[in-house]
């Protein structure tokens, strides 16, 4: 369940007709909680329309078995019998990263992954613990945040854990990902929004970067 919900947000990644809002909350104990939210449901109305009901049930009914509340990776690798480590530490993990669908009128229309309450250290072994499935997430997670200053590397402002991850396919099955189009990322980049919240009030902000700082004070 987990490489197949991965593989699908990353297949929907790569459609112009995918929207992608991303929330960080940075919280008081230096850890942060991070939710990425694609809306499919312009992808959805395309597909009703040019795509048979025998193919497109075909192609995306693994969307209906994702969960329409919150549950972890650990949750939904242990309900289908497919949890195959014993590692507590990437147990730990699997445990702290959730997933969900939103529908309307029983068509969906909205998918979501939460990283909950991560610490540096979470966010690393996450990006580690199955290295075969590399976590499509908002490289900002990476920032580093000590619970009083959030320090930004702009080299996060992009999409290289997606294009990682469509570029290194994890079996031949997977084939189809590897030839999609990664000059569609930049259309992409214009749908994509991260909003960094913060528990407590900022103090002030450095930096050499403008649009950065209009960001944080708008």
Same mark, same amino acid.
């Given at each position: 369940m987990?490489?197949?919900?991965?593989?699908?947000?990353?297949?929907?990644?790569?459609l112009?007709?995918?929207s @992608?809002?991303?929330?960080i909350?940075?919280?008081?104990?230096?850890?942060?909680?991070?939710?990425?939210?694609?809306d499919?449901?312009?992808?959805?109305n395309?597909?009703?329309?040019t795509?048979p009901?025998?193919?497109?049930?075909?192609?995306?009914?693994?969307?209906?078995?994702?969960?329409?509340?919150?549950?972890?990776?650990?949750?939904l690798?242990?309900?289908?019998?497919?949890?195959?480590?014993?590692?507590?530490? +990437?147990?730990? $993990?699997?445990?702290? $990263?959730?997933?969900?669908?939103?529908k309307?009128?029983?068509?969906?229309?909205?998918? +979501?992954?939460?990283l909950?309450?991560?610490?540096?250290?979470?966010?690393?072994?996450?990006?580690?613990?199955?290295?075969?499935?590399?976590?499509?997430?908002?490289?900002?997670?990476?920032?580093?945040?000590?619970?009083?200053?959030?320090? @930004?590397?702009?080299?996060?402002?992009?999409?290289?854990? $997606?294009?990682?991850a469509?570029k290194?396919?994890s079996n031949?099955d997977?084939?189809?990902?590897?030839?999609?189009?990664?000059?569609?990322?930049?259309?992409?980049?214009?749908?994509?929004?991260?909003?960094?919240?913060?528990?407590?009030?900022?103090?002030?902000?450095?930096g050499?970067?403008?649009?950065g700082?209009q960001?944080?004070?708008?």
């Amino acid at each position: 369940m987990k490489k197949k919900f991965f593989l699908l947000i990353i297949s929907l990644l790569i459609l112009q007709s995918c929207s @992608i809002n991303s929330e960080i909350v940075y919280h008081k104990d230096a850890a942060s909680t991070s939710i990425m939210n694609i809306d499919v449901k312009e992808l959805m109305n395309q597909m009703k329309a040019t795509t048979p009901d025998s193919l497109r049930k075909k192609d995306f009914g693994e969307m209906d078995k994702i969960p329409t509340e919150w549950k972890s990776i650990y949750e939904l690798e242990k309900e289908e019998g497919k949890l195959k480590t014993d590692n507590p530490d +990437s147990i730990r $993990i699997m445990k702290k $990263i959730f997933v969900k669908s939103t529908k309307e009128d029983n068509e969906l229309t909205n998918f +979501s992954i939460k990283l909950d309450h991560f610490t540096q250290d979470d966010y690393k072994a996450a990006n580690n613990f199955n290295k075969k499935d590399k976590l499509p997430i908002d490289q900002n997670v990476f920032n580093v945040w000590d619970g009083k200053t959030l320090t @930004i590397d702009t080299k996060n402002f992009n999409l290289n854990n $997606i294009t990682q991850a469509i570029k290194k396919p994890s079996n031949k099955d997977e084939d189809d990902l590897q030839g999609a189009s990664l000059g569609m990322m930049s259309m992409l980049l214009k749908n994509m929004q991260t909003t960094l919240k913060f528990e407590k009030k900022i103090k002030s902000i450095s930096g050499k970067h403008d649009e950065g700082r209009q960001g944080f004070l708008r």
